[in-house]
């Protein structure tokens, strides 16, 4: 499809293959000594979140412990169950039901290092605390996720705003500070806002609009709050069908939608969101989800893009640039939502196909972006959502063994209780690496296709 | 996928118009297209058109705003001003592109 002129780009992109692979024999080959006996490897996982605990949960059991060293490093040992982030400010859990030590998590024959991560020297195979110290590796797992970054937008970190009208909840204490906030909240325009994508868990602030909605009807103070969804994107969602299908949803709650909205700065003396192209929008209460962003530390070794993501291949996670280095979940540039679904799937084959990668073996367990949602829609009910790269979410049943068919992008209360069985599931099974009845590939199995002109007709009406 | 007649030659568009064969492109269609969206090229149009033809040449994606604004150095808020209210999506349909996938 590309013209020839692009020919000369290829070639050189073939012989940095060609550099890549042979980088990657060298490896391979360094595993005998002389004498043919193996040698001790070391696999340095970074971050030990949902990805990265999940990855040395499989990797322990596939690894001969003679052989393979396995070592984990992170910042701190609070390991936060992330989805519950989004229902806290409703009462629905206190925060000690979020939080657990990350080392149970971690399985016999893996160390931890509490530190923060200064650089990787990806050309020498060391990483490089803060402290000083030097962690050499064979392979490296980058898993240190993404976070959200308020002072990536000017005014919105301004003390006299945040954390007093400006909140997040994707942090523990942001969504703390809003569920106070909230309580004291009796009226005014409530803005829902996102600064720009991709971000965590890309679903959850239309979660939060509706559930916001929900919670002020209870109040029964709903007739006083103006509700404002504010999004870069062109509609409620990224994806056509579900996106018209939400817009829906919001339409039936008297939320206001302000798309093609990218944020420039906050005002904080007029309490108002101010776009590039100047529309303003003022609040009484602002919940924004910031610029998300990888690690810093991520940009300082030279090995992120603009968003300090870790460009990999998006069917296996290698990194594009070194034949050691993988990244996983949230760190990496993959074009897929950034949600532990999508990394315990893709970790499901990442762990399967490391074993075959570092034995000489092809990687042939191909990631196709599969992405598995609950939406919570307020009053008990909510919606699931099912994709992957190439198919976007639609309508129809999704099949469980036991509990039975869960409706799509459709509100049910059993697609609820599924939302909140899922933190027990989390503890217990996902996070251990245990095995977990829902395939790794996305299948089309009781999905509507959409017809042809019904896509016509959804591309007009966007 | 639709072929359609555009400055006397034939190109191939997806269901929401965009170009989806890189070759068939040309500056002439680029005005076409521009005009499709009430847009009028300057040079500083085209400066940034022609990053967005290199830059998916190396990458093999379409740049979202952010990145045209890091990497190829226009500012989001003049990206506005050159291609007002849906600058990632007007700049990729006149540089013949797919519209950015970034959005997930």
Known sequence: MLRKSIDFERNTSK??????????????????????????????????????????????????????????????????????????????????????KRQSFFPKGVDFIQAEIEKIEPELNVVILNDGREIAYDYLVIATGTTPRPDQTPGMNDPILWYKSVFDFYTLAGSIALRDALKDFNGGRLIVHIAEMPIKCPVAPLEFTFLADAYFTKRGIRDKVDIVYVTPLEGAFTKPVASKHLGMMLDERKITLESDFVIEHIDAETKTIVSMDEREVAFDLLVTVPVNMGADFIARSGMGDELNYVPVNKHNFLSDTYPNIFALGDASNIPASKAGSVAHFAIDLFSENFVNYVNGRPMDHNFDGHANCFIESGNGKGLLIDFNYEVEPLAGKFPIPVIGPLALLKESRLNHIGKLTFRWIYWHILLKGRYLPIPALMSMAGKVKVTKKEKERINASN | MPVIEIAGKQVTVNDEGFMTVYDEWSEEIAKVLAAQVEIELTPRHWEVIHFLREDFKKLGESSTSRHTQTVGGFPIKEQFELFPKKPAKKMSYIAGLPKPKGCV
């Open chain 1, 15 to 100: 012989a940095i293959q060609i550099t890549f692979m042979h980088k990657h024999f060298f490896l391979l080959m360094s595993r005998l000594k002389n004498d043919g006996e193996e040698i001790m490897k070391n696999l340095l996982v970074l971050g030990a979140g949902a990805a990265g605990t999940m990855v040395v949960n499989k990797l322990r059991k596939k690894l001969p412990k003679d052989v393979w060293k396995i070592t984990i490093i992170d910042q701190d040992t609070e390991h936060i169950y992330q989805p519950g982030l989004l229902l806290m400010p409703f009462g629905t859990y206190e925060p000690e039901q979020l939080m657990k």
